[in-house]
């Protein structure tokens, strides 16, 4: 039999004391190649390990090879290599020790919440527009696709800043006309359409931006953010309904409590609760 090898084997010897410390050794050095790799992802250090890797080879080769001549070589490069080591890779070895000292290694970073950020530069933006009578229409998708409406407008892609927000909605610059649209924590697109509401509740002082995100608001579970261009007031629309003369501290509290209080819910639930709220959402249809 091809395995009767087993049988004879005496597997005693692997429950051994030896064994374990082997084993915990070669875990940190496997630890720690993982945290160099790590901290080189991304810059120029991890062309340089390339170098190094072909060196290597050639330095396998020359001794199968039996290439007298480049081995010479190859060994005097590797005799000097340590110290230049020290020298190319100084910004990223100080880097690693800043991240040992600090406890990045043997911890997780506190993450901060892109909801949070996703309120804080919205609050600002909106302050500021408001104060300057910038009009603005921000819409934020929520359970509802808005993908029809991501189409008409132009693509952006950008994390989230209150001073891209600003840009976009300064008068007479391309983007300024239609609507922001911000999904998955991302400024998706500038510019896009919405339908506008038929509602003949809507006061006749209220201009385009407000009937738009009203109507997003009665075919979506969308959040619309307005400021008005005339008088600078801000305005929010969910559930076809609109939210007036609101500052930016209303816009932060209901925010806050859409926005990431739900996200931190999401967070502490655990996979089977989403998967489960997911099909009861899809079977509703809410």
Do not use: C
């Amino acid at each position: 039999m091809p395995f009767d090898f087993l049988s004879d084997f005496d597997w005693s010897q692997l429950l051994t004391l030896r064994t374990g410390i082997n084993i915990v050794d070669i875990m940190i050095v496997a630890f720690f190649i993982y945290q160099l790799i790590k901290i080189v992802r991304g810059t120029r250090a991890i062309e340089l390990l390339k170098g190094i890797g072909v060196i290597l080879l050639l330095k396998l080769f020359s001794v199968l090879l039996q290439l007298h001549t480049t081995e010479f070589i190859v060994d005097f490069v590797i005799q000097w290599s340590a110290l230049a080591l020290i020298i190319i890779f100084q910004p990223e070895l100080r880097r690693g020790l800043e991240h040992l000292g600090r406890g990045y290694l043997f911890g997780r970073r506190k993450k901060s919440n892109p909801s949070e950020i996703v309120v804080s530069n919205l609050a600002t933006a909106i302050q500021y527009m408001s104060k300057r009578r910038i009009g603005a229409l921000i819409s934020i998708e929520m359970e509802s696709g808005l993908d029809e409406y991501i189409k008409t407008g132009i693509k952006i892609g950008a994390d989230i800043s209150s001073e891209l927000l600003i840009n976009i909605f300064i008068p007479n610059t391309p983007l300024h006309d239609g609507a922001v649209i911000i999904k998955d924590f991302k400024i998706v697109t500038a510019a896009s359409y919405l339908p506008l509401s038929e509602s003949p509740a809507i006061p006749k002082k209220l201009g385009t931006r407000h009937r738009a995100a009203i109507g997003l608001s009665e075919v979506t579970d969308a959040i619309t953010v307005i400021v008005s261009e005339e008088t600078g007031e801000i305005s929010l629309a969910r559930g076809g309904n609109l939210i007036t003369e609101m500052d930016s501290n209303d816009v932060i509290d209901y925010l806050n409590k859409e926005l990431v209080m739900s996200t931190k819910e999401k967070e502490t639930q655990g996979p089977i609760q989403q998967i489960i709220e997911a099909v009861r959402k899809g079977v509703s249809g809410k």
